[in-house]
Nanobody, 115 residues
Framework: QVQLVESGGGLVQLGGPLRLSCAAS????????MAWYRQVLGKQRELVAFIFSDGTTNYADSVKGRFTISRDNAKSTLYLQMNSLKPEDTAVYYC?????????WGQGTQVTGSS
């Protein structure tokens, strides 16, 4: 059973940094692409960034240059370093991994920017 558990969310000052983590279990983590999504209440979930098993990354235009996705295959952990937070970054952030044709999601972690 694949399990993804996010952590690191919270209240953060606008313009400041925050790092999210996603611990994976029940899967050969290193083999699969991993992604971060986010969702604002009442809106569709949107892709923030993804990283292939070889470390190749891709970002949504809205976070390019501010967010960095990374992975530690030895620890089966995915990260999202968020810098220069903006009000529009406030959302619930979800970790995602498609494993053998099925999408797995974490429970989400709330990120709230504060002035």
């Amino acid at each position: 059973q694949v399990q993804l558990v996010e952590s690191g969310g919270g209240l953060v000052q606008l313009g400041g940094p925050l790092r999210l983590s996603c611990a994976a279990s029940g899967t050969t983590f290193s083999r699969y692409v991993m992604a971060w999504y986010r969702q604002v209440l009442g809106k569709q979930r949107e892709l923030v960034a993804f990283i292939f098993s070889d470390g190749t990354t891709n970002y949504a235009d809205s976070v390019k240059g501010r967010f960095t996705i990374s992975r530690d295959n030895a620890k089966s952990t995915l990260y999202l370093q968020m810098n220069s937070l903006k009000p529009e970054d406030t959302a619930v952030y979800y970790c995602n991994s498609p494993v053998d044709g099925k999408d797995y999601w974490g429970q989400g972690t709330q990120v709230t920017g504060s002035s």
